[in-house]
């Protein structure tokens, strides 16, 4: 392998990471800012022609306000998450698929279940535990924050994903980290309180 297929597919493999994660913030944000910019010719359509044409664009911008909208409602949230779990992961595996088809069918799709499925399940879990907490400790209340800053996440690592793959990369890695070790914790406190009762 070249330096330059090397590098090519480092920056595949980056971007592909970036665009399922912020799948695990938001299911359909993604893909929409990947239309705008394929339409407004910032990106080549290339991989993402599925997403080329200002009808898909329409389509995937009412499916944003319903989301993004629906998680602003209390209560509502937390039964949009039974729908984005899977949601969140099977939009993952397509994002990084989508992003590695110069690697083979049998590479491609096994990584993208791993990594891609695997980085937006953990990204959303995440976001169902600060939830649940939040759910838990406000009533719901403060839900809507939390849902503001997860679409503002999945805004910024989208476009960095396109922009700074690499940055997004490392970012991801953070986050990642801090949501595994906040499951963790959540998980064990459960635990404990199970054994106590």
């Known amino acids: ?84 779990t899977p949601a969140a992961a099977i939009a993952g595996v397509l994002m990084m698929g989508s992003m590695l088809d110069d690697f083979g069918p049998a590479v491609q799709w096994s990584m993208s279940i791993v990594a891609g499925g695997g980085v937006a399940g953990t990204v959303q879990t995440g976001t169902v535990a600060v939830r649940a907490l939040s759910t838990g400790t406000t009533g719901g209340l403060a839900n809507p924050v939390f849902s503001i800053f997860e679409a503002f996440l999945a805004i910024l690592i989208t476009i960095l994903a396109i922009l700074a793959p690499l940055i997004a990369v490392g970012l991801i890695a953070i986050g990642l980290i801090y949501a595994v070790r906040f499951i963790q914790e959540r998980k064990a406190k459960k635990a404990l309180k199970r054994m106590s009762a």
């Open 1 to 84: 392998m070249s330096e330059f297929a090397l590098a090519d597919s480092i920056l595949a493999l980056s971007i592909g990471l970036g665009l399922a994660a912020a799948s695990g913030f938001r299911v359909f944000l993604p893909p929409m800012i990947l239309s705008g910019a394929i339409n407004l010719e910032l990106m080549p359509a290339g991989q993402f022609a599925l997403l080329d044409g200002w009808v898909i664009f329409a389509v995937l911008t009412v499916a944003v306000i319903i989301e993004v909208g629906g998680y602003l409602i209390p209560w509502v949230d937390n039964l949009l998450d039974m729908v984005a």
